[in-house]
């Protein structure tokens, strides 16, 4: 009875945090930007990717101010938001592996069961940040892959 009572708490506690943090994700708005002319010829593959998402939503003119954000940017927010719930629910698996190695009373198979339950999480959280660090790593080369020395190919700095 007390499992399945604390097995409903966890979920509730892990479902209550994923919303709050996709919330938080969808509030968050970029930096204004100028608004592009999507008549021009001379555009970058950024921009003309821009003006094709603001004609596809059947905006006259582009303004990037009012989207959303860059496909990078998207996926930045998706991975963050599911470390943060894997994350979460690695340290509340620490928590219950400690809480069932205190509470074993020596038993063997207990205090074995709990300290798997405990390493298995604390692996859990390195593959969370060592994905965080390789995803990051990626989405900014890139998002820097037509920089050449400190110039892109229409000759803005970046």
């Keep these: 009875m007390r499992t399945i009572i604390m097995k409903k708490a966890l979920l509730a506690l892990i479902l ?3 919303l709050f943090a996709g919330f938080m994700v969808a509030n968050t708005h970029l930096a204004s930007a100028a608004a592009l002319d999507c008549t021009k010829t001379d ?4 921009q003309q990717i821009q003006c094709g998402s603001c004609q596809a939503a059947g905006a006259a003119t582009c303004d990037p101010a009012t989207a959303s954000g860059t496909v990078s940017d998207t996926i930045r927010s998706i991975i963050n938001v599911l470390s943060a719930i894997a994350g979460t629910a690695a340290v509340i698996m620490i928590i219950v592996g400690g809480f069932r190695y205190v509470t074993s009373a020596g038993n063997a198979e207990s205090t074995k069961s709990a300290r798997n339950t405990i390493i298995y999480a604390v692996v859990g959280l390195v593959i ?5 660090i390789v995803v990051h790593f990626v989405l900014n080369t890139t998002n820097n892959s037509d920089c050449v020395n400190g110039r892109t190919s229409s000759n803005q700095k970046c």
């Design 128 to 132: 969370v940040a060592m994905a965080q």
């Design 16 to 18: 209550s945090i994923s």
């Design 43 to 46: 555009l970058t593959t950024k």
